[in-house]
Structure formats: structure tokens, C-alpha cells
T-cell receptor, first 116, second 113 residues
Framework: QKEVEQDPGPLSVPEGAIVSLNCTYS??????FMWYRQYSRKGPELLMY????GNKEDGRFTAQVDKSSKYISLFIRDSQPSDSATYLC????????????????FGQGTILTVHP | DVKVTQSSRYLVKRTGEKVFLECVQD?????MFWYRQDPGLGLRLIYF???????EKGDIPEGYSVSREKKERFSLILESASTNQTSMYLC????????????FGPGTRLTVL
């Protein structure tokens, strides 16, 4: 079983829809949670960074972390065709004496298409 | 803004050639990483470095080596390229010291013929 599970999709929604992207994980040591957006043939771009449980909002994007359920989500409101991309969740454990060196564990990525 | 640059966007090499992929970051980050990304397999960590001249193997180090002579530069070396190393190669860096978010370069699409 993978440490991080993410539904690969593909997910296709109409413009203006609310999109929900999700990841589950098994390692209870994960404390830092990230979402990346990757356009075709480009490098991943950091979208959201959260620490521990709770919500974080940035414009049309909201990241949620539920550590008790080992579940994280990214919501996109009023989705636009420019949001069409692959979305990757990533997470890491708190450094313990520097031994983790900031290594991230990634989900497989969800391919999202927003059509006009 | 953090900037991570990679020496080439596209590269075509022949089997057996020695290949160098260069990565430079301009934000004085401690940690640097090399990944490859393949359809259906996601991002896989090849090597990472947490300090100058320090390196650690990732999940798939076989057939690769790395060099970090200066803090801002991290090189990935394919000693003898093979067709199964055709892939998208991504470099990333992170500040370290509790800040683990990684910033990626644009990637190098390597084709080995």
C-alpha cells in the first residue's frame, strides 16, 4: 500500500464548478502538507502549504487537512479553463534532528480538465 | 521569488553517452533534489543533497550519480545513458530548517536513443 493515495482521475468539470481534489495517507508522522499544480510539460508549481490540521484559503483555493482521518483536500471555487492541469498532493514529516532533510512523499497526481 | 533553473528543456542523447543535467537555485536553499517523472509512476526521487558535498540516495539511484560542489548548484549525471532513462527530470530545492516546501525547476525532457 502506498503511503499517499490520490485518485488519478481524470476529472472533467464545466467552467464555474467547484472542484474537490483529495488525498489520503497512512503515515501519522506527516505534519506538513502541500498542493502543487503542474501544467503539461512544465515543472510543478507550489499552490498551497499548510502545517498540521485546519483550513487555509488563498483566493479561489482552499486547502483542508484532517489529521484524525489522515485526509487532505484542495477545493477550487469558480473553476476556470486555466485551472486545467495535474494536481499533486505532497507531505512530509517533521524534521527529527534534521534526518528527514525535507523529503516529500507525493501522490500520483489528479488530472483536471475544466471545459468552457 | 525562488528561481530554480535547469540547463536544458529538451535533450536527446545516444545509448552509452555520459549525460550531465545541471540545476541552479538562487535562494540559498540548503536542500536540493533530483526526481524523474514518468506516466503512471508519478514523481520518483533519485538523489538529494542537504549540504555542499553531501548527498543521499533516493528511491531509484541506480544508474545515476550526483555532484554538489557549490550550494546553489546540483548536478545529475547519467554515467552511461540507457533507453530506460528516457524521462522528464525535475530538480527542486527547499530552504530546510523546518520549511519543507520544495520549489521546482521547469524540467528537462531527456530522450535516449
Amino acid at each position: 500500500q502506498k503511503e499517499v493515495e490520490q485518485d488519478p482521475g481524470p476529472l472533467s468539470v464545466p467552467e464555474g464548478a467547484i472542484v474537490s481534489l483529495n488525498c489520503t495517507y497512512s503515515n501519522s508522522a506527516f505534519q506538513y502538507f502541500m498542493w502543487y499544480r503542474q501544467y503539461s510539460r512544465k515543472g510543478p508549481e507550489l499552490l498551497m502549504y499548510t502545517y498540521s490540521s485546519g483550513n487555509k484559503e488563498d483566493g479561489r483555493f482552499t486547502a483542508q487537512v484532517d489529521k484524525s482521518s489522515k485526509y487532505i483536500s484542495l477545493f477550487i471555487r469558480d473553476s476556470q479553463p486555466s485551472d486545467s492541469a495535474t494536481y499533486l498532493c505532497a507531505m512530509s514529516a517533521m524534521d527529527a534532528g534534521g534526518t528527514s532533510y525535507g523529503k516529500l512523499t507525493f501522490g500520483q497526481g489528479t488530472i483536471l480538465t475544466v471545459h468552457p | 521569488d525562488v528561481k530554480v533553473t535547469q540547463s536544458s528543456r529538451y535533450l536527446v542523447k545516444r545509448t552509452g553517452e555520459k549525460v550531465f543535467l545541471e540545476c541552479v537555485q538562487d535562494m540559498d536553499h540548503e536542500n536540493m533534489f533530483w526526481y524523474r517523472q514518468d506516466p503512471g509512476l508519478g514523481l520518483r526521487l533519485i538523489y538529494f543533497s542537504y549540504d555542499v558535498k553531501m548527498k543521499e540516495k533516493g528511491d531509484i539511484p541506480e544508474g545515476y550519480s550526483v555532484s554538489r560542489e557549490k550550494k546553489e548548484r546540483f548536478s545529475l549525471i547519467l554515467e552511461s545513458a540507457s533507453t530506460n532513462q528516457t524521462s522528464m527530470y525535475l530538480c527542486a530545492s527547499s530552504r530546510g530548517q523546518g520549511r519543507n516546501e520544495q520549489f521546482f525547476g521547469p524540467g528537462t525532457r531527456l530522450t535516449v536513443l
